[in-house]
């Protein structure tokens, strides 16, 4: 398994990004995707879902509104536009998917998101 994301920088409050993460070495269109992400000092937090067609999609309520999780199954890449940056969306984040038995998780390295005027 290989999750590679991409996309992150830094952007003034209220501005915008686009994470993407590519996914290898597994059935991609099998398997929920997430989004997770870790502030300084704090603990790793979920921020999104989505499953496998794209059908149903979930949120962590600080971010509803604001960021959207997509998926192409075709390219293997599940995507997290966010709106709106707020600093405290200051962080790493990560892409995650859960799989085997038992339930493993698997990471990529992270992308860097600041959020800073």
């Known amino acids: 398994v290989q999750l590679v994301e991409s996309g992150g920088g830094l952007v003034q409050p209220g501005g915008s990004l686009r994470l993407s993460c590519a996914a290898s070495g597994f059935t991609f269109s099998n398997y929920f995707m997430r989004w997770y992400r870790q502030a300084p000092g704090k603990v790793r937090e979920w921020v999104a879902l989505?499953?496998?067609?794209?059908?149903?999609?979930d949120y962590r309520d600080s971010v509803k509104g604001r960021f959207t999780i997509s998926r192409d199954n075709a390219k293997n890449t599940v995507y997290l536009q966010m709106n709106s940056l707020k600093p405290e969306d200051t962080a790493v984040y990560y892409c995650?998917?859960?799989?085997?038995?038992?339930?493993?998780?698997?990471w990529g390295q992270g992308t860097q998101v600041t959020v800073s005027s």
């Open positions: 989505i499953t496998t067609t794209g059908g149903l999609t």
């Open positions: 995650n998917v859960q799989k085997g038995m038992p339930l493993r998780d698997y």
